[in-house]
């Protein structure tokens, strides 16, 4: 059994219904899953670049600041140690990569799982197009972005992931300055993006490559 949505045609009003299928928007919520996914997916997004210099890599103390006894203090071997100003730096963090193993089965089941939870509470929508036209329109695709997510405001009160099929450079004008509202590809949606936005709007071209793409079976020897 397969969830039935309205599409929203570009006057705002439901042009047809179609169905979002169970095996991709009916699925359990899996949350150690879900989880696991967005953090690999913000680790990933880490630079890792951070450096500090050791007392071996900063510049200068070759010598003993002063003789090691009769002056009454305590014995130093360099201005650079740990404990001088400009001096090393003690255990600092050194680059590395803090990207993180994600299998894409895991990828793909915990995609699955936002979307059914956004599905579950009927936050799923699907729209025609968001501008009638060659010409884009940010203030038409706004309009039919609040009849399509039930917001009656002048603005937008919950962010919005817009999901465009890939080349649809007319959406992605549209929309691409509008705040609150995040455009991406069926190639580029991914779990956290569903998780912070608290809708999810797909075109109709855009939810077919997604249903089509996802239903597909790996070849042989594919994973």
């Known amino acids: 059994m397969s969830t039935v949505v309205s599409v929203v045609s570009v006057s705002g009003a439901a042009d047809k219904d179609v169905e979002l299928p169970d095996e991709i928007f009916g699925r359990a ?26 007392r071996g890599e900063v510049r200068g103390g070759g010598r003993k600041p002063y003789r090691q006894k009769g002056t009454g203090r305590a014995r130093q071997g360099s201005i650079r140690a740990p404990q001088y100003a400009g001096g090393g730096v003690v255990h600092g963090p050194t680059p590395r990569s803090y990207v993180q193993r994600t299998p894409k089965k895991m990828k793909a089941a915990a995609l699955r799982g936002a979307l059914s939870d956004r599905a579950s509470h009927g ?41 465009a099929a890939a080349g649809d450079e007319l959406t992605r004008r549209s929309l691409r300055n509008a705040p609150g509202v995040r455009v991406l590809t069926t190639e580029q949606l991914n779990t956290r993006d569903v998780l912070v936005s608290e809708h999810v709007v797909f075109t109709e071209p855009a939810l077919d490559a997604f249903i089509s793409r996802a239903s597909a079976k790996p070849k042989e020897g594919q994973r």
């Open 29 to 54: 919520v899996n949350i150690p899953l879900i989880h696991q996914v967005v953090v690999a997916q913000e680790a990933a997004a880490r630079q890792g670049t951070h450096s500090t210099k050791s």
């Open 123 to 163: 936050r799923v929508a699907v729209v025609a197009g968001f501008v009638d036209g060659d010409v884009p329109s940010t203030r038409d695709a706004l309009a039919l972005l609040r009849a399509a997510t039930g917001q009656t405001g002048a603005r937008l009160s919950a962010a919005v992931l817009v999901v």
